[in-house]
Each structure stands twice: as C-alpha cells, then as structure tokens.
C-alpha cells in the first residue's frame, strides 16, 4: 500500500513479481490519506497474510508513519467488530488480520529503485534480513528503502521494469 507518488513505479515492481515468481500479490495505492476510506481498507485487506505500507516520510517518535497509523487503526476498529463492537466498519477475526510492515522510501534526495521494491516482499517473505541482520522472525516489521542505514532492504536481483523496447537516457 502506498501513496500516489510511488505508486506506478510499485505496481511495475508487482507485475514483475507476479511474472517471475509465480504469486499473488498485488498494490494498492491511495490517492487521499485523510480521510481514510476505513470501510474499504478493512475489506481489502482482511484475510491477507501480510502487508507492506510504504510512506514517503519517516515520523520516528510516533511509532508508525501516518499512513500505517490510519491502516492499524482501521484494522484494529475492525477485530473490535468482531467482539462485538458495531460500527460502519466490517468486523473481522484475529485470523483475518493481516500482519503489517511499515517501510519508507525518498529520504532526502535518494527514490527507490526496483531492488528496494523486490528487498520489501523478499524480507516479508523470510527471504532475506535488514541490513543490520534482523529478520522478520525476529518481530522486526520496520525497514528501509533506498538508503543506506542499518534498517534497509534490498535485493540481490535488479530487473528493468520498463515496459519492452524502452530505453533510458540520463542527462
């Protein structure tokens, strides 16, 4: 999940994992961040195994960036739900929470590149460590895109996600 600034580029980065590994995984990026369509995060997100929330901004006394703060507290309205507590969220079971990593991208002057995209769903997946070494086994659900700091991931494998026959051309 992302915002639109970011979001073109990961949906690219998504269709290259669906082609090259075989899973099914998908993006969703918000054009608004307030007011949180809550209703509809709850059902999109209900049931999925994990999700990856990547913000353009990093906030590190608040215990999560703005955006994965709406989502948790979407999430948690709804298992609420489920114990009883109605509201015009849908309710969902502790089975159906999702588990939620929270990543930033564009500090100063560095984006992120395919690598970073690919090192988020690999570190999700158990299939590579930060780069202070931490793994997601060890409760650790906070990383890094395209920068270098002890909380970045990335992966081994650098695909061009142009479309086929484009070319780049740098100043």
């Not at 500090?107 to 690919?118: A, V």
Request: proline content about 8%; overall charge negative; hydrophobic content about 35%.
């Amino acid at each position: 999940m992302s915002l639109v600034s970011s979001a073109e580029n990961i949906e690219a980065d998504i269709d290259h994992i669906k082609e090259n590994r075989s899973v099914e995984v998908g993006a969703i990026h918000l054009n608004i961040i307030r007011r949180l369509p809550e209703a509809a995060v709850v059902e999109v997100l209900a049931g999925k195994k994990n999700i990856k929330i990547i913000e353009r901004t990093d906030e590190p006394m608040a215990g999560d960036n703005p955006l994965a703060r709406d989502v948790r507290t979407a999430l948690t309205k709804a298992l609420t739900n489920h114990a009883g507590n109605p509201s015009n969220i849908p309710a969902i079971s502790p089975e159906e929470m999702p588990r939620i990593y929270s990543g930033i991208y564009g500090l100063g002057p560095h984006e992120f590149r395919p690598e970073d995209i690919l090192g988020a769903y690999e570190y999700t997946q158990g299939k590579i460590r930060r780069q202070d070494g931490k793994h997601k086994d060890d409760g650790e659900s906070y990383f890094t895109l395209g920068i270098n700091h002890p909380y970045n991931v990335r992966s081994t494998e650098t695909p061009s996600i142009l479309p086929k026959n484009a070319i780049t051309v740098s100043p």
